[in-house]
């Protein structure tokens, strides 16, 4: 166990739809960071936040937003979904310096029909 | 973005130690090498990681060539259970935004035989 919670463990939804991912990091963890992993993309980088704060972004589309709260828990939100969206979303967590590794979540299962 | 290079798969025999390669030519100065694996479809389990020296814990040793241009992973007895895609990754760093993420490439699908 990470010590990564995410949830829902699976969510089903129709094109068009918006849903809201929800990730809460390790205790003690400042940073958190988003990935999605599709079977034909590998796992892709989307976004950092450190201490509420975005650090960085990867591939994430517009369609996509994410934001950490001052508990430090986050959210993925993904609106207007495409089927091209059903992917695993992993959150991570890490203190946030250089030397600490971060630490992943058993994912949620998105499937957009 | 310093790259990895790794063999797409591997198998070892069970008990026996499976050493994993990994190529980093373009790595920085200030990079750390990870590593990390997925068993299915679970979340990438961190393992190990190193910027210079040999390292070692519980779970295997990482070996870092002195010019650090790559690395290998080591389980030193494998088990059924270390059959996973194993990823080999160097941290990027980014001062302007003291950003240090992680890009996973492909990775290396290792089989631990019966």
């Known amino acids: 166990d990470s010590g990564v919670t995410q949830t829902p463990k699976h969510l089903i939804t129709a094109t068009g739809q918006r849903v809201t991912l929800r990730c809460s990091p390790r205790?003690?963890?400042?940073?958190v960071y988003w990935y999605q992993q599709s079977l034909d993309q590998g796992l892709q980088f989307l976004i950092q936040?450190?201490?509420?704060?975005?650090?960085a972004k990867g591939n994430i589309l517009e369609r996509f937003s994410a934001q950490q709260f001052p508990d430090l828990h986050s959210e993925l939100n993904l609106s207007s979904l495409e089927l091209g969206d059903s992917a695993l979303y992993f959150c991570?967590?890490?203190?946030?310096?250089?030397?600490?590794?971060?630490?992943f979540g058993n994912g949620t299962r998105l499937t957009v029909t | 973005d310093a790259k990895t290079t790794q063999p797409p798969s591997m198998d070892c025999a069970e008990g026996r130690a499976a050493n994993l390669p990994c190529n980093h030519s373009t790595i920085s100065g200030n990079e750390y090498v990870y590593w990390y694996r997925q068993i299915h479809s679970q979340g990438p389990q961190y393992i190990i990681h190193?910027?210079?020296n040999n390292e070692t814990n519980e779970m295997a040793s990482l070996i870092i060539t002195e010019d650090r241009k790559s690395s290998t992973l080591i389980l030193p007895h494998a088990t059924l259970r270390d059959t996973a895609v194993y990823y080999c990754?160097?941290?990027?760093?980014?001062?302007?935004?003291?950003?240090?993420?992680?890009?996973f490439g492909s990775g290396t699908r290792l089989l631990v035989r019966p």
């Open positions: 190193g910027l210079k």
């Open positions: 936040y450190y201490n509420g704060e975005e650090r």
């Open positions: 991570a967590s890490s203190v946030g310096d250089l030397n600490s590794p971060l630490h």
């Open positions: 990754i160097v941290r990027v760093v980014s001062l302007a935004d003291s950003s240090y993420k992680l890009i």
């Open positions: 205790s003690g963890d400042l940073s």
